[in-house]
């Protein structure tokens, strides 16, 4: 009786998720415990040691694959950059602020060689029009997206340079980075922080890719990277859980196989071994 009414209450979750779009639902506190799992735990012995290490070598090695699934997609392509390049070029905002800033600087700057010549009768208006261009020329450009930082931390994370990948990554969100590219920015950086093992901070980026970029070609690897976080900190249903609601949404085969590669690992794993 008590297994129908579980498998009812997971039906129904099932369906509010489904008419919640790509939303993850708000994080539970408190999720069901298998009675036999509570109070069990024993020394394990060289049988069940194995079992983890072989599954934690799996787990290795599915990690490793989203890496270069990353690297390999992330990289901007020739026409890409063509493309990018040709935005800036015939950008007319941009073309009109050289423009506009040019003239003003240069009208200035005339201004204040003829004011100089009559000091002493308009030394206040002087003073007035140097201040003027002082706060003009000390006026910062604008910030543009820089194809080097963003080649330079995919540099640095291909190798192994997670610190310094993150630092360049996170140089480029104060750079305006194209659509694009923004999800490819977020999930380096939730890579970076996952291979330095900082996992609360992975997670939020892997969230940000499922909230703001559902539609963007990271959200099943997000998916597979909260499931991985989730398993090795001891929340085996939780990250069953968000797999299943990644294979409801129709990825990949590729992906697919990967994400139910991933639970046939999390769940072949002795219970006692999470964490």
Request: charged residues 25%; positive net charge; aromatic residues 10%.
């Amino acid at each position: 009786m008590k297994s129908a009414e579980k498998n009812i209450f997971i039906f129904v979750i099932v369906g509010i998720l489904a008419a919640c779009s790509s939303y993850l639902p708000e994080e539970r506190t408190h999720w069901p415990v298998n009675p036999a799992e509570m109070h069990s735990w024993q020394p394990p012995d060289e049988t069940t040691l194995s079992a983890r290490r072989a599954n934690q070598l799996r787990l290795d090695v599915l990690t490793s694959e989203i890496e270069i699934l990353f690297v390999n997609h992330a990289t901007l392509s020739r026409q890409e950059l063509a493309m990018f390049k040709s935005m800036l070029q015939i950008d007319p905002k941009i073309n009109e602020m050289d423009s506009t800033y040019n003239r003003r600087i240069e009208s200035e700057q005339e201004r204040k060689k003829r004011m100089e010549k009559d000091l002493e009768m308009s030394k206040a208006g002087f003073l007035n029009a140097e201040a003027r261009l002082k706060k003009i020329m000390a006026t910062k450009p604008p910030i543009f997206f820089s194809i080097s930082d963003y080649n330079s931390a995919m540099k640095s994370f291909r190798n192994g340079q997670f610190k310094k990948s993150l630092q360049l990554f996170f140089k480029l969100t104060k750079q305006k980075p194209p659509l694009f590219l923004q999800d490819n920015i977020q999930f380096g950086m939730g890579s970076a922080y996952f291979r330095l093992k900082n996992y609360p901070k992975a997670m939020k980026h892997f969230q940000i890719i499922l909230d703001d970029y559902a539609q963007g070609d990271k959200r099943f690897i997000s998916y597979f990277m909260m499931g991985v976080i989730h398993n090795r900190q001891g929340k085996k249903s939780r990250a069953v859980f968000l797999l299943d609601e990644a294979l409801r949404k129709n990825p990949s085969k590729k992906m697919r196989n990967m994400i139910n590669h991933l639970i046939d690992v999390i769940n072949d794993e002795p219970t006692h071994a999470a964490g």
